[in-house]
Nanobody, 120 residues
């Protein structure tokens, strides 16, 4: 059983910062890609950033230069540092990962999501 748990969301004023964490637990053999997605009310879920186990990272154009995605492979944890937040960053943020287990199964997993609200 593999589980992804996000934390760190909340209410922040425009221009502020938040740091999201995503901890993966369970019978994990290896994590390949870890990614952050977000979904705003009435909109489709969109990719924010992803990172391979080797550290190659991609960002959505809307967050490039403001958000930083990092990973601690030893802790099976990903982070999303969000700076210069804007009201349009308001969304539920989801962690996503491609994980293989010690049972030799591989699958894509989602966290439960954490709410980020940017408002004055």
């Amino acid at each position: 059983q593999v589980q992804l748990v996000e934390s760190g969301g909340g209410l922040v004023q425009p221009g502020g910062s938040l740091r999201l964490s995503c901890a993966a637990s369970g019978s994990i053999f290896s994590i390949y890609v870890m990614a952050w997605y977000r979904q705003a009310p009435g909109k489709q879920r969109e990719l924010v950033a992803n990172m391979t186990s080797g550290g190659s990272t991609n960002y959505a154009a809307s967050v490039k230069g403001r958000f930083t995605h990092s990973r601690d492979n030893a802790k099976n944890t990903a982070y999303l540092q969000m700076n210069s937040l804007k009201p349009e960053d308001t969304a539920v943020y989801y962690c996503n990962a491609d994980i293989s287990t010690w049972l030799r199964t591989s699958a894509n997993y989602w966290g439960q999501g954490t709410q980020v609200t940017v408002s004055s």
